[in-house]
Structure formats: C-alpha cells, structure tokens
C-alpha cells in the first residue's frame, strides 16, 4: 500500500499561471480532504470531497480555487490566475469512510509563486 | 480566529529527558482530539488521539490528557529521542467526526539536544 500520494511534490508557478495538484488516496480510500499549511502554521481544511461529489467546500477561497475527484483518476486541487499569497504547502488526506478512522495524510505539495 | 492554540511555539529537551507539549482550545463542543508530528518535508504523522469522555490515554512512550475543565491537552513524550524532533501539532473536531474536517492548531516546535 503506497499511502496518500501527492505530486508534483514541488511546483513552482508565475503569478497569473495555474497551478494543479494531485492527490491519489489509499487505496479503499473513498474520502479525500485538502489543507493548507502557510509556514510557520497549522494545516488549515480547504474541502471535503467523495467520489464525484463536493461534501463541504466551507474553507476554499470564493474564487480562483476549485477541486474535484472523479470516478476514475486521482483528486485535484485546482488553483487558477495564481498570486503570491497562493505559496503555501497543500496537502491531501485520505479515509475510507468519511471518519476519522485511518485518516492518512500526503506528504504535500510545496507551491511557490514566483 | 483559532479555536486551537498553543502555549509555547518551541520546545528544547535534552535526550532521555520526558517532553510534554501543551495545547488550548476554545470549543466546548470539541469530542475529539489527535496530535500529529510533523518533520520537515513530511506531511503529518498520527501519534495518538483521545475522546472528550476520556481524561488520559496511552500508547507507546506516548500519553494524552485532556482536562476539559479548563480546555486543555498535553501530549507527554517519555524519553524524548532525537528523533522525536519535529513540530507537534494540536487538531480538535466537534460533533463526533461526521464531517471529518480538523482544525489545527499552529505547532510546537521539538528539538531534541543529544
């Protein structure tokens, strides 16, 4: 079992670019959760998404920022017309069952705007 | 603002010596509590969790107590290693986990002096 799998690990971007991030679950993983981590603080919960669905969205910014996770392929993070407070590390979590229960997080990707 | 805080931003202990990092958090309707360390690079590793009917839990080297009363957790590391080095995080959620969203707290950085 290769765990949570997010890449790239690093992405660097020019303001105005788009940056995209993957996340791969456990597999058996059906649940998937973005946070972000600014340095120096805690991971803070962006969304809550199933398979083809959004479950709670309440901590993603109103615009530029989407995420989906489809039937097949992996879930992403999706963040257009990217600035330079977009740096930060974004990291994924996968459960099987919407619970805390085997809550395993990626080792996150590191995006820095340039 | 945070609901999940902590007391000391950093935290030097000689090896062998027993660590106890400290947490506060301001939701009563918090239920649930995990502590997760996090070494640079790396995205957070589960150490130990306790539910608000508990007041102490143990596990390898490892204990949690929590002291509802005044809103406090503190994690306590027997015989600190240098490898115990890394930022320990707080993360609280409310309502038994149904969502399964964690609100961080911002980090206590453990050094381990050889």
């Known amino acids: 079992n290769a765990g949570v799998m997010q890449n790239p690990r690093h992405l660097v971007r020019r303001r105005g670019q788009e940056a995209r991030l993957r996340c791969s679950p456990m597999?058996?993983?059906?649940?998937v959760y973005w946070y972000r981590q600014l340095p120096e603080e805690g991971l803070k919960f962006m969304v809550y998404?199933?398979?083809?669905?959004?479950?709670?969205e309440s901590g993603m910014p109103k615009e530029r920022f989407s995420a989906e996770f489809p039937k097949e392929g992996p879930s992403i993070l999706r963040i257009q017309q990217v600035v330079r407070g977009d740096s930060a590390a974004y990291f994924c979590?996968?459960?099987?069952?919407?619970?805390?229960?085997?809550?395993?997080f990626g080792s996150g990707t590191r995006l820095t705007v340039v | 603002g945070e609901s999940v805080g902590l007391h000391l931003p950093t935290l030097s202990v000689q090896e062998g010596d027993n660590s106890i990092i400290n947490c506060a958090y301001s939701n009563s309707a918090s239920d649930y509590f995990i502590w997760y360390k996090q070494e640079s690079g790396k995205g957070p590793q589960f150490i130990i969790d306790?539910?608000?009917?508990?007041d102490k839990r143990q596990g390898q080297r490892v204990t949690v107590l929590l002291n509802k009363t005044v809103k406090h957790l503190s994690l306590q590391i027997a015989a600190t290693q240098p490898g115990d080095s890394a930022v320990y995080f707080c993360?609280?959620?409310?309502?038994?986990?149904?969502?399964?969203?964690?609100?961080f707290g911002k980090g206590t950085k453990l050094s381990v002096k050889p």
């Open positions: 306790i539910r608000s009917n508990m």
């Open positions: 993360a609280e959620i409310e309502d038994g986990g149904s969502q399964g969203n964690l609100i």
């Open positions: 979590a996968s459960s099987p069952m919407g619970r805390l229960y085997g809550y395993t």
């Open positions: 998404l199933q398979k083809e669905n959004i479950i709670d």
């Open positions: 597999k058996g993983h059906s649940h």
